[in-house]
């Protein structure tokens, strides 16, 4: 793409007033990526976003969530709880 190009420098302008990093594929694809993981499969989030392996999914644009991190480890206790009482 043409860094010169009016539609980019609007975009990065854009961006800036927002505080979104400037790469903007990268930054919109992993938000998309971290905003969709909860509730989509992994194969319909690959197909949406149009990547052809899970993998660049995984390893690039998927983030940490702390949230979601000790979400799942309540969850863990909590069935843990419920099997072993």
């Known amino acids: 793409m043409n860094l010169r190009c009016p539609k980019r420098i609007l975009f990065r302008a854009e961006n800036d007033k927002i505080g979104m990093e400037h790469d903007p594929l990268f930054s919109l694809r992993r938000k998309f990526v971290n905003d ?7 194969a319909d989030l690959c197909d949406l976003g149009g990547w052809k392996s899970p993998l660049t999914v995984m390893t690039v644009y998927q983030q940490a969530d702390q949230v979601t991190m000790r979400s799942a480890l309540s969850n863990r206790d909590r069935k843990r709880l419920a099997v072993s009482g």
Do not use: F, I, L
């Open 36 to 42: 969709m993981k909860a509730d989509t499969p992994m």
